[in-house]
């Protein structure tokens, strides 16, 4: 036996109280965590228009399902601590409870997972919104044209909330054409000369959008002829720092994320830990209460532990019925045709089925990690 | 004959007694929320203190913190009575305060009708305030390098941006003062001395608004400078150009978003006064149900609970009657000396 404690009947009565109102405390962290992701998602939808890809949305995803799951599951561990001390009720709950333990372990290491994921889908969402906001720009212009005629407005407050301009820096802006044709003077020596100046025929300016403008500059902004020093009285392009936002949007936007959910890590990682002494806690609950209905007297002492056997051989006997389970369902379509035969192997079969949805609920929990683990490791970039 | 009278019985005291001090408590909570407006309209005035010249009264939301302690007090009291009503004993020792507290009650609640109206009315003055706040902030725009005004640009600036406005009415006041610090002018210049030779004061004027009054819907990249002239941007028009700068002044901005905060405490502080009223009277009911017990040594007894002893005429004459002779006993004092002596 793994980890085994005696529980006098007093005990098991404080164990099952307290872990009713620890039930109680998981289903609102599992709200919590509901109201988590649904407040990120709402944060990443509000700036789907300069991301390029979605992926970065499996971390709200998860956490609402995992959040909702999670209500669920601790309210039926609420209902089985109720239950627990009454010997007519308890044993309903029997298969339940192994299915249970597989869903809580689930969804421990998909809360494990979480944490990984949002470290590991920075790289990803830098590259989604450098695709994006190269897009924003390149269309700031097209306020006339359907689908993208949003875009000019959207940079412009994006810039201002921000307080950022351009991709990396400002410079992303001198190699748009930002101005609209429509308010071009094409009969003008200037705008011809721009146009001629380069291969594509753009009017392209040292100037940046309004947008970019710093209000703590102490000097009216200057937005034209950035990189030409006489086109301006006392100005020195290399020495000017406060006239425009110095940093990139795509550095604002990712510190912005990356913020929000390194601050959600302490929240996330306190649930799993309430999830995992609950989960801890009912085993012990089911394994006291059960050797109490096994005894005589059941009132008296009984021994709750953790696993029956020691870990290598729970996994020796998970690895058992794991073939067991296969090789019954290789049998039952051949089976069908002998019926004598059919009923010889459901007998045995009946034997272990509790001991099946032990290995069944086992077995499930390491698929899911290891299916987890391998989306982790697939999205997270080479570096890592 | 009193006014409303309302039989009671055991039963009905008891019942009477849990509703109070339930609505008491409800009222501990409005006295709260009384407290935490007042609270947030000071930190929203003086954030923006600034721009009112520093010179905005802060009699208001002082007055609406007061209330607020006052009204959670006085509520305490009245719930803690309620509790004790069902006990004779202990409301014993609370009989005698009680008179007191109810006209006291009364006279706050007057108080909170008061400053609600206050609310709806504080609107006048700040329109003042504003008014002479944003065109001073405008004009130490430029003095980015005098100390005690070198944040004047960036708060307006910030403002314009935050609230969608420009300029004082309209985004003409920036035509009329100079926003442009003498330090980034070039002297030599020939449009620089034909500026500044154009108006009696010697100050450099020009037809553009900073860059805080532009609208990121315009379709257009900004224009900024040289506004009136038309043939200085291809296809411009300023007169049909609408969406190019902000329309709206500050000061109707401002206005319009400390009306409707006023607004709201107003009406927020009016449902206050309809519960505290509500509580008084039924904290009325319960002291004079409790007073005129038909048998006064059975706790049990029936009672007779009114809102006044005698009807409204008559409670009002007795309280002239009162003051009037208050008023003649004083001055029967003085004149006692008088009488002595003359007799």
């Not at chain 1, 705008?191 to 040292?206: H, M, P, T």
């Not at chain 2, 009575?81 to 009650?105: E, G, I």
């Not at chain 2, 029967?332 to 002596?341: F, M, N």
Request: neutral net charge; proline residues 4%.
């Amino acid at each position: 036996m793994l980890l085994k404690i005696t529980f006098t009947q007093q005990r098991r009565v404080r164990l099952a109280q307290g872990l009713w109102l620890m039930s109680w405390l998981a289903v609102m962290s599992g709200a919590f965590i509901f109201c988590l992701g649904v407040y990120l998602k709402t944060e990443l939808l509000r700036r789907a228009e300069v991301m390029d890809n979605t992926e970065i949305h499996m971390v709200p995803n998860i956490l609402m399902m995992v959040g909702l799951v999670s209500i669920g599951t601790n309210w039926v561990a609420t209902r089985v601590c109720q239950d627990s001390l009454d010997a007519s009720r308890f044993p309903r709950w029997k298969l339940l409870l192994m299915a249970w333990f597989a869903v809580a372990m689930l969804l421990c290491c998909l809360l494990l997972a979480v944490v990984v994921l949002s470290y590991a889908l920075q790289g990803r969402l830098e590259e989604s919104l450098k695709v994006g906001l190269r897009n924003g720009i390149r269309f700031y212009k097209d306020t006339d044209v359907p689908g993208r005629c949003f875009q000019k407005e959207t940079i412009d407050r994006l810039q201002m909330e921000f307080r950022c301009c351009g991709n990396n820096n400002f410079k992303d802006w001198f190699e748009v054409q930002w101005v609209s044709n429509r308010y071009l003077d094409f009969t003008s020596k200037d705008v011809k000369d721009r146009i001629r100046s380069n291969v594509d025929g753009r009017y392209l300016l040292d100037g940046v959008p309004f947008s970019c403008c710093n209000p703590a500059s102490p000097r009216p902004c200057l937005q034209y002829h950035l990189t030409d020093n006489s086109a301006h009285y006392s100005y020195d392009y290399q020495a000017e720092e406060l006239n425009l936002y110095s940093r990139g949007c795509r550095q604002a936007l990712t510190d912005y994320y990356m913020e929000m959910m390194n601050s959600t890590g302490p929240g996330v990682l306190s649930v799993i830990l309430i999830q995992m002494s609950v989960l801890v806690s009912l085993r012990y609950l089911q394994t006291a209460v059960e050797g109490a209905t096994a005894l005589e007297d059941p009132e008296g002492e009984s021994v709750g532990y953790l696993l029956e056997k020691g870990v290598k051989e729970t996994f020796e006997d998970v690895k058992a019925n794991v073939l067991d389970i296969l090789k019954f369902a290789q049998v039952d379509p051949s089976a069908a045709e002998g019926s004598p035969g059919a009923e010889d192997a459901e007998k045995p079969a009946d034997n272990t089925t509790e001991k099946r949805w032990e290995g069944g609920g086992c077995v499930s929990a390491f698929f899911c990690f290891g299916c987890v683990s391998w989306v982790v490791a697939s999205r997270a970039p080479f570096g890592f | 004959m009193a006014l409303l009278p309302v039989k009671f019985d055991l039963k009905k005291r008891v019942k009477l007694a849990q509703t109070v001090w339930f609505m008491y408590w409800f009222a501990v909570l409005a006295g709260v929320l009384v407290l935490s407006m007042g609270l947030f309209f000071k930190i929203e005035l003086r954030k923006r203190s600034e721009l009112m010249d520093n010179n905005e009264s802060h009699f208001l939301p002082n007055l609406l913190i007061l209330m607020g302690l006052i009204a959670c007090s006085i509520n305490v009291f009245g719930g803690k009575v309620c509790y004790d009503s069902l006990d004779p004993d202990k409301f014993a020792k609370w009989k005698p305060m009680l008179k007191t507290y109810l006209v006291f009650c009364v006279g706050f609640n007057a108080l909170l009708l008061v400053t609600a109206v206050l609310c709806f009315l504080m609107r006048i003055p700040m329109q003042f305030t504003l008014a002479e706040g944003l065109r001073n902030g405008m004009r130490y725009y430029k003095d980015t390098d005098t100390p005690g005004r070198c944040y004047m640009k960036r708060t307006l600036d910030l403002m314009q941006i935050e609230f969608r406005c420009c300029g004082n009415d309209n985004y003409r006041d920036w035509f009329e003062i100079q926003w442009v610090s003498n330090r980034y002018l070039d002297f030599s210049s020939k449009e620089v001395k034909d500026r500044i030779g154009s108006n009696v004061d010697g100050q450099y004027l020009m037809d553009g608004v900073p860059f805080s009054c532009c609208n990121p819907s315009s379709p257009r990249p900004c224009i900024q400078a040289q506004m009136t002239n038309n043939t200085a941007h291809y296809s411009y028009d300023h007169y049909t150009e609408d969406l190019n700068v902000w329309k709206r002044g500050c000061r109707d901005a401002l206005l319009s978003y400390y009306g409707g905060m006023m607004n709201t405490i107003g009406a927020l502080v009016i449902l206050v006064t309809m519960l505290e009223a509500s509580v008084t009277v039924g904290m009325q009911y319960v002291h004079s149900s409790l007073c005129n017990l038909a048998n006064p040594e059975d706790p049990e007894s029936e009672s007779e609970g009114w809102l006044l002893e005698k009807t409204v005429k008559e409670t009002f004459t007795d309280i002239m009657d009162k003051m009037k002779s208050m008023g003649k006993g004083i001055k029967v004092e003085e004149g006692d000396p008088a009488v002595e002596t003359v007799s």
